[in-house]
Structures are given as C-alpha cells and as structure tokens.
Nanobody
Framework: QVQLVESGGGLVQPGGSLRLSCAAS????????MAWYRQAPGKQRELVAS???????NYADSVKGRFTISRDNAKRMVYLQMNSLKPEDTANYYC??????????????WGQGTQVTVSS
C-alpha cells in the first residue's frame, strides 16, 4: 500500500500564498505521475496540476501563471506553490500519485486532503 500525507493548507487572504506538501510512503517501487486535485463544495474534483517522472508539468488553465508544481524524487515529495490566491481557489486539495508498487503492480493513491480557504 502507498500512503500520502498532505500538509500546508490553511486560511489566507486574497492575493496571498500557500505551499502545499505531500509525502509518499509505503510499498513503492517507482512513482510516475504526481498531481494535485481540488474539490470545492458542490463541485466535481478537478485536476490542478501534475508533474511526470521526467519533470514535465501540466496545469489547469485557471491556475496557470499562479501555481507551480514540483517534486523531489529522493524524498518522494510533491509540492504545490500557490501564489496570487483567489477566493475561487478555495477547496479541499488532494495529492495523487501513480506508479508501481514493490510487487510491480500499478497503484493509484490519494491523500486525505488539506483545506485551502481564501477569504478576507
């Protein structure tokens, strides 16, 4: 099993910044894609940003230029730097990773989520 633990959420004023972190542990042979999703009340979960094993990144149009995803393969960590936050960024943010377990089986794991609230 692969466990993900997120941290870094909280309350921030519009225009502020937050940095989310996610640590992966457990039966991991390799990590391919690492990503952040978010889900606001009454809305579907959506992809915010992803980063591949080679470092290629993908962002939702709504966060391009404001959010930056990065990963530290040695530490099995993924980060999301969020700048110029807007009230519409308010959501529960979830870490997701996909790869191979030590049994060489595909896994697709989710964290428990961390709440980000942007409000004055």
């Amino acid at each position: 099993q692969v466990q993900l633990v997120e941290s870094g959420g909280g309350l921030v004023q519009p225009g502020g910044s937050l940095r989310l972190s996610c640590a992966a542990s457990g039966s991991i042979f390799s990590i391919n894609e690492m990503a952040w999703y978010r889900q606001a009340p009454g809305k579907q979960r959506e992809l915010v940003a992803s980063v591949g094993s080679g470092g290629s990144t993908n962002y939702a149009d709504s966060v391009k230029g404001r959010f930056t995803i990065s990963r530290d393969n040695a530490k099995r960590m993924v980060y999301l730097q969020m700048n110029s936050l807007k009230p519409e960024d308010t959501a529960n943010y979830y870490c997701n990773t996909r790869g191979l377990s030590r049994l060489l089986r595909d896994y697709d794991s989710w964290g428990q989520g961390t709440q980000v609230t942007v409000s004055s």
